[in-house]
Protein backbone atom coordinates (compact mmCIF):
# COMPACT_ATOMS: atom_id res chain seq x y z
CA UNK A 1 0.00 0.00 0.00
CA UNK A 2 1.66 3.47 -0.91
CA UNK A 3 0.21 6.62 0.10
CA UNK A 4 -2.13 6.88 -2.13
CA UNK A 5 -3.79 3.57 -1.24
CA UNK A 6 -3.96 4.51 2.40
CA UNK A 7 -5.40 8.26 1.33
CA UNK A 8 -7.96 6.41 -0.54
CA UNK A 9 -8.62 3.57 1.94
CA UNK A 10 -9.01 6.11 4.88
CA UNK A 11 -11.36 8.27 2.56
CA UNK A 12 -13.57 5.16 1.42
CA UNK A 13 -13.99 4.09 5.22
CA UNK A 14 -14.59 7.39 6.62
CA UNK A 15 -16.13 9.25 3.55
CA UNK A 16 -16.16 12.28 6.03
CA UNK A 17 -12.92 13.21 5.78
CA UNK A 18 -13.01 13.88 2.09
CA UNK A 19 -13.40 17.85 2.99
CA UNK A 20 -9.98 17.33 5.26
CA UNK A 21 -8.17 15.71 2.19
CA UNK A 22 -9.55 18.69 -0.01
CA UNK A 23 -8.16 21.51 2.84
CA UNK A 24 -5.16 19.64 2.60
CA UNK A 25 -4.62 19.61 -0.97
CA UNK A 26 -5.49 23.36 -0.68
CA UNK A 27 -3.37 24.44 2.21
CA UNK A 28 -0.38 22.29 1.43
CA UNK A 29 -0.77 21.82 -2.29
CA UNK A 30 -0.66 17.81 -1.25
CA UNK A 31 -1.51 15.78 1.14
CA UNK A 32 1.25 15.65 4.25
CA UNK A 33 0.63 11.81 5.26
CA UNK A 34 1.68 11.90 8.50
CA UNK A 35 0.05 15.46 9.07
CA UNK A 36 -3.71 13.91 7.49
CA UNK A 37 -3.24 10.66 10.13
CA UNK A 38 -2.96 12.56 12.51
CA UNK A 39 -6.01 14.44 11.68
CA UNK A 40 -8.00 11.76 9.98
CA UNK A 41 -6.50 8.86 12.89
CA UNK A 42 -4.98 9.79 15.50
CA UNK A 43 -6.89 12.67 16.68
CA UNK A 44 -10.68 10.72 16.50
CA UNK A 45 -9.13 7.18 17.73
CA UNK A 46 -7.55 9.30 20.95
CA UNK A 47 -11.05 10.65 21.74
CA UNK A 48 -12.70 7.33 21.13
CA UNK A 49 -10.41 5.47 23.38
CA UNK A 50 -10.73 8.02 25.98
CA UNK A 51 -14.58 7.46 26.03
CA UNK A 52 -14.26 4.23 26.49
CA UNK A 53 -12.15 4.47 29.42
CA UNK A 54 -15.05 7.21 30.40
CA UNK A 55 -17.62 4.75 29.83
CA UNK A 56 -16.15 1.86 32.07
CA UNK A 57 -16.21 4.25 34.68
CA UNK A 58 -19.88 5.02 33.85
CA UNK A 59 -20.52 1.50 34.27
CA UNK A 60 -18.76 1.08 37.35
CA UNK A 61 -20.63 3.76 38.88
CA UNK A 62 -24.44 2.32 37.27
CA UNK A 63 -23.12 -0.92 38.75
CA UNK A 64 -22.11 0.29 42.42
CA UNK A 65 -25.85 1.97 42.53
CA UNK A 66 -27.72 -1.25 41.29
CA UNK A 67 -25.81 -3.41 44.02
CA UNK A 68 -25.53 -0.92 47.13
CA UNK A 69 -28.68 1.39 46.76
CA UNK A 70 -31.82 1.24 48.21
CA UNK A 71 -35.41 0.73 46.18
CA UNK A 72 -35.39 4.13 44.74
CA UNK A 73 -31.59 4.08 43.58
CA UNK A 74 -32.61 0.80 42.10
CA UNK A 75 -35.44 1.87 40.82
CA UNK A 76 -33.24 4.83 38.69
CA UNK A 77 -31.32 2.56 37.14
CA UNK A 78 -33.63 -0.01 35.96
CA UNK A 79 -35.58 2.39 34.63
CA UNK A 80 -34.05 5.84 33.39
CA UNK A 81 -30.59 4.00 33.25
CA UNK A 82 -31.06 0.49 31.26
CA UNK A 83 -33.89 1.89 29.54
CA UNK A 84 -32.49 4.28 27.68
CA UNK A 85 -29.48 2.78 27.16
CA UNK A 86 -31.33 -0.81 25.33
CA UNK A 87 -33.00 1.77 23.08
CA UNK A 88 -30.15 1.00 20.38
CA UNK A 89 -28.38 -2.07 20.55
CA UNK A 90 -25.04 -1.83 19.34
CA UNK A 91 -24.81 0.53 22.67
CA UNK A 92 -26.48 -1.84 24.90
CA UNK A 93 -24.48 -4.60 23.82
CA UNK A 94 -20.91 -2.49 24.74
CA UNK A 95 -22.97 -1.78 27.96
CA UNK A 96 -23.23 -5.50 28.45
CA UNK A 97 -19.10 -5.38 27.59
CA UNK A 98 -18.62 -3.36 30.66
CA UNK A 99 -20.17 -4.70 33.38
CA UNK A 100 -19.88 -7.97 35.43
CA UNK A 101 -21.85 -11.12 35.05
CA UNK A 102 -24.30 -10.81 37.99
CA UNK A 103 -25.44 -7.69 37.04
CA UNK A 104 -26.05 -9.22 33.35
CA UNK A 105 -27.76 -11.82 35.09
CA UNK A 106 -29.86 -9.60 37.03
CA UNK A 107 -30.86 -7.60 33.69
CA UNK A 108 -31.72 -10.19 32.18
CA UNK A 109 -33.74 -12.45 34.37
CA UNK A 110 -35.23 -9.64 36.31
CA UNK A 111 -35.32 -6.29 34.77
CA UNK A 112 -36.06 -7.87 31.08
CA UNK A 113 -38.39 -9.81 32.16
CA UNK A 114 -40.19 -7.38 34.37
CA UNK A 115 -40.18 -4.37 32.57
CA UNK A 116 -42.89 -3.86 30.20
CA UNK A 117 -40.43 -0.92 28.32
CA UNK A 118 -37.90 -3.53 28.03
CA UNK A 119 -39.87 -6.58 26.22
CA UNK A 120 -38.40 -6.45 23.07
CA UNK A 121 -34.95 -5.83 24.33
CA UNK A 122 -32.14 -8.39 23.51
CA UNK A 123 -30.49 -10.15 26.28
CA UNK A 124 -27.17 -9.45 27.68
CA UNK A 125 -23.91 -12.19 26.57
CA UNK A 126 -23.02 -13.85 29.50
Known amino acids: MNKNDC ?3 II ?3 PEYYELYQQHIRDYGEVLLHVFIAEAINEPLFLILEQQSNAKLYCEIIE ?3 K ?7 NAVNVTILE ?4 AEAVWQEFGKNISVDFKNYINSEVLVH ?3 MAAVK ?3 V
Open 115 to 117: NAM
Open 123 to 125: KLS
Open 7 to 9: IKM
Open 12 to 14: ETF
Open 84 to 87: RLSD
Open 64 to 66: AMW
Open 68 to 74: NGNAEVQ
